[in-house]
């Protein structure tokens, strides 16, 4: 954890009028160590002092400043992570059966090939995008 995330995420919700507090510097750290995108009971079990109520309540504040990503899959629980540009740029596998989210980077070659596929259909449709995300959607080994 650096002291720079934590700088841009207090900066990050100042410019919506909050505070970067105590619970939420908590959820911000959760974030930061986990290995993956996160369900809100997850995120409890690992840190036991947060209470469900301003967890959500919270991560609902953090995702509104850019700070954290919310990813809706087919099950009951939203998963969240860190804003992609605190980390670095990742897609999501999602299982359509149990609903987990594992992240997954692209070579950068490929990456590159990418983008510029997507920007000429950014182009073709006369549409200014500002970046991309790729979820794939299947079924993890878990549910096969």
């Keep these: ?17 909050q505070r970067y507090t105590t619970r939420r510097r908590a959820l911000v750290e959760v974030l930061d160590q986990a290995d993956g995108p996160l369900t809100i009971p997850q995120i ?3 840190d036991r002092s947060l209470a469900q ?3 959500y309540r919270n991560l609902a504040v953090l995702e509104q400043a850019d700070v954290v990503h919310r990813i809706v899959t087919n099950d009951d629980f939203a998963r969240y992570e ?3 540009d605190l980390t670095e740029h990742h897609h999501h596998l999602i299982c359509r059966t149990c609903g987990s989210v594992a992240d997954f980077t692209l070579d950068p070659s490929v990456e590159g090939d990418l ?13 200014q995008a500002d970046h991309h995300r790729l979820d794939l ?3 993890c080994a878990d549910c096969r």
């Design 1 to 17: 954890m650096t002291a720079e995330l934590h700088d841009i995420a207090s900066a990050r919700l100042r410019t919506t009028g």
């Design 44 to 46: 409890l079990e690992l």
């Design 53 to 55: 109520s301003s967890a």
């Design 82 to 84: 860190l804003a992609e």
């Design 115 to 127: 983008d510029r596929v997507l920007a000429d259909v950014a182009d073709a449709q006369s549409f």
């Design 137 to 139: 959607v299947g079924t």
